[in-house]
């Protein structure tokens, strides 16, 4: 089935430019995702640190888990960032860097979607989301990282973890054309992605 990450078009005027660093945000107990980035040409721009939250939705953060294990976010490009709305990724099925990326954003990995893990936790700068089609029930392997407040998704999407170190890096992403709902062309990605428990 195909999928696409579906928000209200008035996410284009969503939040005013992001500001440097994350005040006040610090390290939890973890897991945390190590994700090197690099640019089209596979150039690197540095490392973002995300902190999962396990005791919030242990399921999908399990699955982020499994896939970064087995290395099937290695090489996935951030096929849709909006400057001051948030930066998507996780595409396995059709976000290869190198590969045909025109269906980015529709696909998942092999594993089963997930059920909802809603939480009371706000949408902020530099909270991860999971992406999901219309039904909340159909979470897979996508996510998002807000570059800033989207609390306007609060109750709708499951909140995975939050940015806790590479805001410098996650703010240099490539942005996307907002006319194409922010589809980027020649993207970054995701050249290595590890756990840290």
Do not use: C
């Not at 973002?48 to 399921?59: E, G, Q, R, S, V």
């Amino acid at each position: 089935m195909l999928k696409a990450f579906l928000f209200p078009a008035l996410i284009l005027a969503a939040g005013a430019a992001a500001a440097e660093g994350l005040p006040g945000v610090t390290d939890g107990p973890g897991p945390n995702l190590l994700i090197e980035v690099a640019d089209a040409s596979g150039a690197p721009k540095g490392t973002i640190t995300l902190d999962l939250y396990a005791d919030k939705a242990p399921n999908h953060v399990a699955r982020l888990v499994e896939l970064a294990k087995s290395g099937a976010y290695d090489g996935v490009v951030f096929h849709r960032v909006i400057d001051g709305f948030m930066a998507q990724t996780g595409d396995v099925q059709h976000g290869k860097q190198g590969g045909d990326t025109a269906m980015a954003g529709m696909g998942g990995s092999e594993l089963p979607d997930l059920a909802a893990e809603f939480s009371e936790v706000s949408f902020q700068q530099g909270t991860v989301g999971m992406a999901r089609s219309q039904d909340p029930n159909s979470a897979n392997s996508q996510f998002f990282i807000d570059l800033a407040p989207a609390t306007f998704l609060d109750g709708q999407y499951t909140v995975v973890g939050q940015l806790v170190d590479g805001w410098d890096v996650l703010n240099a992403v490539k942005k996307g054309d907002a006319a194409a709902n922010g589809s980027v062309e020649a993207p970054d990605y995701m050249l290595k992605v590890t756990v840290a428990e």
